[in-house]
């Protein structure tokens, strides 16, 4: 394997009782279980033997908290990369599953109209140029050693589908992309590749309630 790793790393469970869409709104932070989430992701990458030269995490709480382990395990400060930050969405507090969901309720289905952009919140193509762009300046600054981002599910998976060169338009609910997982790239002259994804809190998500975004 490469020297010189970038790994996209997704934040644990938050504290959403409401199960309500929190995107970008404040306030949002790790449950009890989300900290023993991100602690099983601090781990892993502490156990693998690698050097990480650098971590950034989204300026949103729950990446923030899911970053400090992390730091503390590999002896690293803590950078904010606003691009790397979960899409806007016009579902932001509202209800997100269950039978009073809002994605229910005919009031708002004209949001709904175009999933392939989407037409509900920030266009996937978007999401996919701001990752490329956080991704390449990280590569590029960083000489020796891994790179670590703490993000969220949606950035992550759009990086995983824009890089394998598929279609962004997809199923939310079918994202491979669990809680504090670790989704790992390397590039190789001009193309990124991915190389590894680990799921080191996978004993945890069962049981879990948070719901996250679309």
Not at 28 to 51: K, P, T
Not at 65 to 78: D, H, K, N, T, V
Not at 106 to 113: E, H, I
Not at 163 to 171: C, D, E, S
């Amino acid at each position: 394997m490469s020297d010189k790793l970038l790994h996209l790393v997704r934040h644990g469970e938050v504290h959403n009782p409401d199960r309500v869409l929190y995107g970008r709104l404040p306030g949002y932070r790790l449950s009890e279980r989300g900290h023993q989430m991100a602690e099983a992701a601090a781990l892993e990458l502490a156990g693998s033997d690698r050097i990480v030269a650098r971590l950034l995490a989204s300026p949103l709480e729950r990446a923030q908290q899911s970053a400090r382990p992390i730091a503390s395990a590999l002896g690293l400060e803590i950078g904010t990369e606003e691009r790397i930050i979960e899409p806007a969405n016009f579902f932001e507090g509202k209800v997100n599953s269950g039978g009073d969901s809002a994605f229910r309720n005919p009031r708002y289905w004209y949001r709904l109209w175009n999933p392939l952009v989407p037409s509900w919140g920030e266009p996937y193509r978007q999401i996919a140029g701001r990752m490329r762009r956080a991704m390449n300046e990280a590569w590029e600054q960083v000489r020796g050693g891994d790179i670590v981002m703490v993000s969220h599910q949606s950035p992550i998976w759009i990086a995983h589908l824009d890089i394998a060169g598929r279609p962004l338009f997809h199923n939310p609910a079918k994202r491979r992309c669990e809680l504090s997982s670790i989704t790992s790239f390397e590039k190789r002259g001009e193309r990124w590749f991915e190389v590894d994804y680990r799921t080191p809190a996978s004993g945890l998500v069962e049981g879990a309630v948070d719901v996250g975004a679309v």
